[in-house]
């Protein structure tokens, strides 16, 4: 355990959020409102953790232990209080302790540490693979719609790639923390990659539109 661990507010959800990534979150409790005027004052981060177990409105969510610290890059305030705030993921954390005497629930955390990356063949593979399928799958998902995609821009950097990517996948929340609380960006990247070519896979399907009955009666003959 860190010597000294940073007091963060968190900001309990539904939704992992990964490093390098944005979302916008729609505050409308009153303690989450006040969070946020108070980490804009102070210019604080706070910490956003996926729910274990409760509800995400009220006072009985149990978080995940493993989160991410985030920005505010910007704050839209309606007549009513209720706020758009925009945030921008920026690096982990692992909760060591709980307070819930405050409006807000409020961490103690520390840094998550990254293993530091050998530069092997495997590891120049894999991460040559990642960005060439993110690029297929991109192009081919569009292609169904006649679209043309450029070059995608993707981090040079192989954990911030990791990162991205991982915010990037179709899948199921608890997989996407398991992906966050992992340490080893080659791993990570090594999991990744089936994901991937599924995805690439189901990309090649024709798109889906729902067809009203009305669109359908020219080609419908009644008995």
């Not at 709980?98 to 955390?109: A, I, K, M, Q």
């Amino acid at each position: 355990m860190a010597d000294r661990l940073e007091e963060m507010p968190l900001f309990l959800l539904r939704t992992v959020l990964f490093p390098y990534a944005q979302i916008q979150l729609h505050v409308f409790e009153e303690r989450y409102r006040e969070m946020v005027r108070h980490c804009t004052q102070f210019d604080q981060p706070f910490g956003v953790v996926l729910i274990r177990s409760g509800e995400e409105v009220g006072q009985t969510a149990e978080p995940y232990m493993v989160g991410t610290a985030v920005r505010i890059v910007s704050v839209h305030t309606y007549d009513d209080g209720k706020m758009d705030v925009r945030v921008q993921g920026e690096r982990r954390f692992r909760v060591r302790k709980l307070e819930y005497d405050r409006p807000y629930v409020v961490g103690y955390v520390e840094p998550v540490v990254e293993l530091e990356i050998e530069d092997t063949p495997r590891t120049q593979a894999l991460l040559s693979r990642a960005r060439e399928y993110v690029q297929t799958y991109i192009e081919t998902y569009f292609a169904r719609f006649d679209v043309k995609v450029a070059k995608i821009k993707l981090p040079v950097d192989a954990t911030a790639l990791s990162f991205v990517v991982a915010h990037f996948l179709q899948i199921e929340n608890l997989d996407k923390q398991r992906l966050l609380e992992g340490t080893d960006t080659i791993e990570r990247i090594a999991d990744m990659i089936p994901i991937l070519e599924r995805h690439i896979e189901d990309a090649k399907a024709p798109p889906y539109q729902r067809v009203s009955p009305v669109q359908m009666s020219e080609w419908i003959t009644p008995n």
